[in-house]
């Protein structure tokens, strides 16, 4: 059979990661490890069972990428990205700055000329977000505070590959240096606008991401609908994976990152009613083409590089990680990250990215670097890569329990044994008094809890708790979900209330949802979901403490109670009105402050209105003090 046959490829593929990957996941080492080790086995210096044609593979591979970016731009809603706006100017800028700067620094140190150096500075400062995004996500630390960052970080430096890629040839030299790479390259060649100039080749992009935006926003949403209709998932899967591929084919015809691209069309759909559609039929894609992406980059390793300079390749790798984590930990406590999480991502970040076998390839196709500097980079970068999912799992098993986290790792879900009419899920302060308050009148709940630490605590005080992530389908249903009555949510974050309220609303449209909310953003977020009974956390609270305020000031009891019913009806009636108009901010702003003066009034001209005194007869307490106190 001949190696070059695709078969025979496709097959030598899936054989290594099916084999690999379970294994890897056996032994506690993730599933990143394990199609970077199933490269190597079977890459060049391994099996060798790839032959000439497993050369180009990270062209394809590379595509994995891109749809990776699509699922996290359907997942992160325009405000939350708004609100991550900080860390990705100020935390993502920082890293790739001082990065850049001290490795340029070592580099012409070690003799390198400032403009070379300058070009290995900016590449070896970004960090792959293949690997690490697909590590903390199977890991559950996406969502952390380390997480978050590491998000931030990398969203900065996928937008900086631009700059850089226009950069490059500023710096080549006439006469300079030239070359190719060959391990992991990706060649860029003339585009629709290079030959038009540089005013024009701005408009362009400019323009294609205009194009991405307004197309995401008015065009893909009545073609989704349309094709809905047909009821053919294969034809609904098609589109998704047509408009991903277009996007990727305009954003390489003007220039730019077909990942950046894709990230953008994904954030642009993320408030469409298809948003979890297409999430569900890209996801099958994405896991595949990053698990090919990944063995192609095991496969990449020159081990013949290495052995004949082991010194070398291993000081270099060394050196590239210690600076990036001294800045990325300096920068995380500059951010007021806790110590945990700033050492989760110090540990996520040091490696060199994917983007790196990009720029290596056009900074020698532009006479900036030679292949004397770039052969040993390109080794330095596959190693550091291989070496992220074994710093994650030091980080894991050695660090952060020397730290004081308190996060079990690794622990299964409980096996739920009841069916209850109301679930409740998350159990902290909120949660366990709605809990308690039913249990009190002969309500029997079912409680699910991702605290581990909270679950063995409420289960010693005589409390049934199980253990696991509510948002997953398979554990509500084990919990008796497609048979409950009520679903109450009190979980700790806004971002894992909506995604158990879509996953409720999907697959267990019978279940009443009574969910907490934190703030008016949260709540509108809600009630735009089709949640009906949304309760704003300090709400309540606030309301009770203001009617003290009132009768300490010496306002009547019934009076203060009134005010803060009158308040509460009208508040709640103001946060579904205003929800319908968030996405315009001057426009709610306006709506906001009319409601505001609006109830003020009603309350002020309730003061002065007839029928006061027919409420101080349920008012003994009020009547009572004003009677002790005269003479």
Do not use: C
Request: charged share 15%.
């Amino acid at each position: 059979m001949s190696e070059h046959n695709f078969l025979f490829q496709a097959f030598v593929y899936l054989a290594a990661a099916v084999v690999a990957v379970p294994v890897a996941q056996r032994l506690g080492l993730g599933s990143v490890l394990g199609y970077l080790l199933a490269g190597v086995a079977i890459g060049p210096f391994g099996l060798a069972l790839l032959g000439t044609g497993g050369q180009d593979v990270m062209h394809v591979a590379e595509f994995g990428v891109v749809l990776m970016l699509f699922v996290i731009g359907l997942e992160l809603q325009p405000a939350l990205l708004w609100q991550l706006r900080g860390p990705i100017v100020g935390l993502g800028g920082l890293q790739v700055s001082l990065t850049s700067v001290l490795v340029a620094s070592l580099a012409v140190a070690a003799g390198l000329q400032w403009r070379e150096a300058l070009a290995v500075g900016m590449t070896l400062s970004l960090s792959s977000t293949a690997i690490v995004l697909q590590t903390l996500n199977e890991k559950g630390l996406l969502k952390t505070a380390g997480g978050q960052g590491s998000f931030a970080i990398l969203l900065f430096q996928d937008i900086a590959v631009i700059p850089m890629l226009a950069l490059f040839p500023l710096l080549a030299l006439p006469g300079g240096p030239g070359g190719t790479v060959e391990h992991g390259e990706v060649a860029h060649g003339a585009t629709l606008v290079s030959a038009l100039p540089a005013w024009a080749q701005t408009l362009a992009v400019l323009g294609a991401v205009a194009a991405v935006v307004v197309g995401g926003r008015f065009m893909v949403r009545p073609l989704f609908r349309a094709l809905a209709r047909t009821r053919l998932r294969e034809i609904f899967t098609a589109a998704a994976l047509l408009l991903v591929v277009g996007i990727a084919l305009l954003m390489t015809q003007v220039g730019l990152s077909p990942a950046l691209g894709t990230f953008v069309a994904g954030v642009v759909l993320a408030t469409s009613e298809y948003r979890h559609e297409l999430e569900s039929d890209i996801e099958p894609f994405k896991g595949l083409l990053l698990g090919l992406f990944f063995i192609a980059v095991g496969a990449s390793i020159d081990f013949a590089l290495i052995v004949s300079r082991p010194l070398l390749i291993a000081g270099l790798v060394a050196a590239i990680i210690a600076v990036k984590f001294g800045v990325l930990l300096a920068l995380a406590r500059l951010f007021r990250l806790g110590t945990g999480q700033a050492l989760l991502l110090a540990f996520a970040l040091p490696q060199v990215g994917e983007f790196a076998f990009v720029l290596f390839s056009f900074a020698g196709q532009h006479g900036v670097l030679g292949p004397e500097v770039t052969a040993p980079l390109v080794a330095v970068v596959a190693l550091s890569m291989a070496l992220t999912p074994l710093a994650l799992l030091i980080n894991e098993r050695l660090v952060q329990p020397r730290i004081g986290t308190r996060r079990e790792a690794g622990r299964d879900a409980d096996a739920v044994h009841e069916e209850n009419p109301v679930l409740i899920a998350g159990f902290g302060g909120f949660g366990a008094t709605v809990g308690r308050l039913l249990r009190a009148n002969g309500i029997a709940t079912t409680v699910l809890d991702h605290d581990s630490d909270r679950v063995d605590l409420l289960r010693r005080l005589g409390l049934t708790v199980y253990y696991g992530d509510a948002t997953r389908h398979d554990l509500l249903h084990a919990a008796g979900a497609a048979r409950a009555q009520l679903l109450v949510i009190a979980l700790d974050t806004p971002a894992k209330t909506l995604t158990l309220v879509h996953t409720a609303r999907r697959h267990f449209p019978q279940l009443k949802i009574l969910a907490r909310a934190f703030d008016w953003i949260d709540a509108h977020n809600l009630y735009a979901a089709g949640v009906e009974h949304v309760y704003r956390e300090a709400l309540d609270t606030s309301l009770r403490m203001g009617t003290d305020a009132l009768r300490l000031l010496g306002f009547r009891a019934h009076h203060a109670h009134r005010s803060a019913q009158r308040f509460l009806r009208y508040d709640e009636q103001s946060v579904r009105e205003l929800t319908e108009r968030r996405s315009d901010g001057a426009v709610y702003i306006d709506a906001a402050r009319a409601r505001i003066e609006e109830l003020e009034r009603v309350l002020l001209a309730d003061l002065s209105g007839p029928g006061m005194d027919r409420d101080a007869g349920w008012d003994p307490e009020s009547l009572r003090d004003e009677a002790r106190s005269r003479p």
